[in-house]
């Protein structure tokens, strides 16, 4: 007789998350998909003039392939880049260069979206939402 106490440990992981994951990286298009769910890469801070600017990191890209598309009536700013394949394999490019489109919504409705500035320089596109002047905080004097 054995002195040695047999403790039997249940799997942390089952045998079914191993098969999601072996499956998961079997599935390609679900896996670029949820690669490539954030791209292009964005930020959008305010300024220290209280507007708001959205800015895209965008190597590769040409300041003709991109379109800013601003409709003031609905509130939203666009921006997009169409890229065909045929391009890509006639340069044999390597840069990984997708179309893309994001459309973002001013809830608030405290943006001059007509008063909007663009500009494109070193892959980096920077656009400039101002504030309108009546959503400017006022400071008014204590009596």
């Given at each position: ?21 072996f ?11 949820r ?22 990191a ?52 405290n943006?001059d ?16 939402l ?14």
């Amino acid at each position: 007789m054995s002195n040695a106490l047999s403790i039997h440990r249940t799997g942390l992981l089952g045998r079914s998350v191993f098969d999601d994951i072996f499956d998961s990286m079997l599935d390609f298009p679900a896996l670029v998909n949820r690669t490539t769910q954030g791209y292009p890469v964005a930020d959008i801070y305010n300024n220290e003039d209280g507007g708001t600017v959205l800015e895209f990191a965008l190597a590769g890209f040409s300041k003709n392939d991109l379109n800013v598309e601003i409709k003031p009536d609905k509130n939203t700013i666009s921006v997009s880049a169409q890229h065909s394949d045929e391009e890509a394999e006639s340069s044999r490019r390597r840069i990984a260069r997708r179309s893309f489109q994001k459309t973002y919504v001013n809830y608030d409705n405290n943006l001059d979206l007509s008063s909007a500035t663009a500009e494109f320089e070193n892959g980096l596109l920077q656009i400039t939402l101002p504030s309108r002047p009546e959503t400017k905080a006022l400071s008014i004097k204590i009596k």
